[in-house]
């Protein structure tokens, strides 16, 4: 090899292992980052007010894969989207969602905290959510405070059953929720339905934890602040894919990306899709 050649392949095999080329390495390219499901929390929370048409029109405008939702229940029985147990923080109303009617819930603005624009916007069914989205979107259904709904589980699922979303070879649908035993239902219920379980507690990111899950979820998402490389491995050595939430900041989704995380729920779609 005479020197020239010699000396360019030093420097060539320098510049491959040097700091500054693995970072470049490390980067994640634009093509990478699209395989990572990108999922809109509450809808683009960041621009619109949560759990409405508006916010989750939006978030399929931002070419979402997945828009979140909270499933409660009216005191009449109708299965409504909407995050916290009381109406007080995100309508002009107040009261818990389980002791208001469909009319007075459905009678809200839901919107006009986010700004005038969004003035009249109301809190949607979950009827309504499906049979809006279902085809343009995936639906990653949280049941919140499920133990505040006794059968919950049932109706939800009868309502997928209805249209036929109960099935893998239909559109794409979730359901997660930070009660285990209610997800233990969904997926006796639903077995053909992908489940996920909710978490912010360390405690559930034990060997022991994480193989309980793995019998009945298919999905492990835990807050991005427990998220490390190790717990991915494990999650995904147990046949789980992972999403973590919530993220608000750039930040937060790079650090994602970096963990090699399968899902990131965020309040800006536009933090994890470089499309827009």
Do not use: C
């Not at 060539?12 to 990478?32: K, N, V, W, Y």
């Not at 395989?35 to 509450?42: E, G, T």
């Not at 002791?99 to 969004?118: I, M, N, V």
């Not at 492990?220 to 050595?237: A, R």
């Amino acid at each position: 090899m005479n020197k020239k050649l010699l000396i360019g392949t030093g420097v060539a095999l320098s510049l491959l292992f040097s700091p500054i080329s693995q970072a470049f390495a490390e980067e994640p390219t634009i093509g990478e980052r699209k395989q990572v499901d990108n999922i809109a929390h509450r809808g683009a929370t960041g621009y619109a007010p949560e759990n409405t048409i508006a916010g989750f029109d939006l978030a399929v405008d931002m070419k979402a894969d997945y828009i979140e939702i909270d499933v409660q229940r009216s005191k009449d029985g109708e299965l409504v989207v909407i995050h916290d147990t009381s109406v007080d923080r995100t309508t002009d109303g107040t009261g818990k969602v389980g002791d208001l009617t469909f009319d007075y819930l459905r009678s809200l603005d839901a919107g006009s905290w986010k700004g005038e624009q969004f003035a009249g916007e109301p809190i949607p069914t979950f009827e309504e959510i499906l049979d809006r989205y279902h085809g343009k979107v995936g639906i990653l259904i949280e049941l919140k405070a499920p133990e505040l709904y006794p059968g919950i589980e049932e109706q939800v699922a009868d309502k997928l059953k209805e249209r036929n979303l109960d099935k893998p070879q239909n559109e794409k649908i979730i359901i997660q929720s930070f009660n285990f035993e209610s997800m233990k239902t969904m997926d006796q219920l639903l077995p053909k339905v992908p489940i996920g379980v909710l978490t912010s507690n360390r405690a559930d990111t034990t060997a022991e934890a994480l193989q309980e899950f793995s019998a009945y979820a298919d999905w492990f998402n835990p807050s991005y602040g427990i998220v490390t490389e190790e717990l991915v491995n494990q999650v995904h050595s147990l046949g789980m894919q992972i999403g973590s939430w919530t993220v608000r900041s750039q930040e937060a989704a790079d650090f994602l990306f970096e963990m090699e995380v399968d899902a990131i729920i965020t309040d800006y779609p536009d933090y994890v899709d470089p499309r827009n």
